[in-house]
Each structure stands twice: as C-alpha cells, then as structure tokens.
C-alpha cells in the first residue's frame, strides 16, 4: 500500500515505475520467509496493489506495467528456488534427518555452551551386505528405520554419512547417555546397531569428542557388534 501511494505522487512516469521495483523487496522477503502459498498471495496482492496504482495515473503504458510483473515474477522464481535450496543444506535428502553439517553446527554450539552432554556414533552391522543382497531399495528401507526411531527429549539424531548416524545427547552423562542409546536400540530390535557413545569433558574440542566416540564405535564393532561401548575418560590430540 505505501509502494502504492508513492507511485502517485511524482510528476513524471519514469519516476512512479522506478518507485514501483521498490515491489522487488516485497518479493523476495515473501519468497524467502513465507510458505508458497502464503508468498504467492503476497505478491498477487502487490501486483494488485502496485499496478492499480501505476494504470490509475494514466501515463504509464499496460506494456510497462506487464514488463515490470514479468521481471517481478522471474525474481520471486529465483528467490523461491534459492530459499529451497538453502534449507535442503542442512539436512538428509532421503531420510530427511539432519546432515552432518547440521550435526557438526549444533556440537559445536552444544560445546561452547559447556555443561555436561555426550556424543554417540551409530553404526549399522552389514549394511552392505544388505544393499548387495537385497538392492538399494531394501537399505534405503533399513536407512529411513533408523531415522523414524523415538528420540529421548532434546536429542538431535543426524545421519552422519552412509550407513552411520550421529546422535547428540544434551544433559546426558555418559553412563546416561549408554542406557539411552540401549533404549534406542531395543527400538530398532531388527536393525543391528554398533554403537560408540563418549562424554564431553571440560576444555575438550569438538573434534577431541568425536574421536573418542569414533574409538568407541570401532572398540564396539571388535567386540562383536550390535552393542554400545562407552569411551574413556582419555582425550584424543585433535
């Protein structure tokens, strides 16, 4: 509306359809903040708006008009796509669970912060095996199994890469975040699980924690698999 009412003040025409790209920012903060729905009724309502404004002057050609709703469309196209994209970053495209990069953002946060948490490292026991006996098919099954698994309260479970997940534990000690992990597994009873959980310590890195949660997860997997060992106190140079 204020778009509109400044496109009937100047004198000149060149000077109200300039007035009128201010739309431009209309836009593109509906195209990256709203839904798609909500963004399309809010760029309908400008054109209304704005180009009611633009003909109600009488000296700015319907061609101009058509021109600039063109270019206005092409842009919220774009903005569309791009708002799309960049909330895909953050996660897994086929179980929809956070990637490894939303993963590693949230650890580093949960660090700084400091206070007691741990980290544990879910493997899944002969995935392979399953992709070449049974097809892809049958391990994107095992895969999307894993990722609907009830979480304990503020847990973050990521697919780290593969066949292995990560799961974040705030407020968890490590002997807690064991029997929670046991939990998780039962829930999975036929999904084989080796897991590697470690607790973080004060002053350690981000880095320092995965490692000795990746030492746990391979300490579990030469144990036999389908169990959970908890790391040592030890910290590992990143």
Known sequence: MLIALAVLVPVDALSAVALACLLAFVVVDSCYF???????GHVLGGFVVVD????????VAAGTVLALNTIMVALAVVTHRLAVRASGASSDPLTGLPN?????DAL???VRDGGTASVALLDLDHFKEINDTSGHEAGDRVLLRVAEVQL???ALLARHGGDEFALLLPGRGGEEAV?????LCDRLVDTGLSCGVAQLHAGESAAQLMRRADGALYAAKAAGRGRVELAS???VAS
């Open 52 to 59: 009611s404004a633009l003909l109600l002057r009488g000296d």
């Open 179 to 183: 029997v929670e992990v046991w939990r």
């Open 108 to 110: 580093q946060d949960l």
């Open 233 to 235: 106190a030890a910290r």
């Open 34 to 40: 709203f839904s798609r729905r909500f963004a399309v």
């Open 100 to 104: 490894r990069r939303a993963f590693d």
């Open 152 to 154: 304990p309260p503020g």
